[in-house]
């Protein structure tokens, strides 16, 4: 964990107590969810420095927005063969000073995508999952990722930064599942597990119609 000796200052207090409460809302999945949870609450309140000032890994741990764009009818999942990460993973991006995980989403979307970001429904501006994730390879980090959950048409993505991304997929959630792990952001199953739970706990509130 970063040292908690950063001397927290008055212009760190509302962003910090904005993110520990969007950490916190997050419901746990599973144990893991639940112990990266505690993770980043200690690492936000101990008033480390939360984003990368340089690239690739300063500071060590830092914060990340992921977007799944989800396209509720075709029930599909987009997902990004990242260039660097060599793996397929959501898109998103590192958040940068002074900006909220949410704007992140809606700058990146646009960077990487090409389309405005539309929260989905099911979570609105909130993120639906937590990890906490060394990477790999050369100046390996610690990214602390907010996984927020978009709302999109697949046949509005018509293109994507080359520079980040060499191809793009749409798969189901079992499409993802069947997908072996070590292809994948680390997290993905998990992840995909709880968006199904998710959206049948959605389907399942919605109101029955009025019988004529």
Known sequence: MPSTGHLLTASDDQPRARLLGLVGAIEPWDDLERTHLGTAAR???GG???HRVRKPDVPAM???SYFVVLDERRGQLLLVAHRKAGLWLPAGGHVEPGEDPWAAVGRECREELGIEAAA???TGERPLFLTVTRTRGRHAH????LWYLLDADARTI???D???FSAIRWLTGQQVLEEPEELLDPH???FTRKLRHARTVGQDARPVPAQP
């Not at 610690?142 to 990722?145: F, I």
Request: no cysteine; proline share 12%.
């Open 43 to 45: 690492w936000i309140a």
């Open 48 to 50: 480390a420095p939360l």
């Open 62 to 64: 830092h914060l990340v």
């Open 120 to 122: 989905s429904p099911i």
């Open 142 to 145: 610690t990214d602390v990722s």
């Open 158 to 160: 018509t293109s994507y």
């Open 162 to 164: 080359p520079g980040e």
């Open 188 to 190: 993905m199953h998990r």
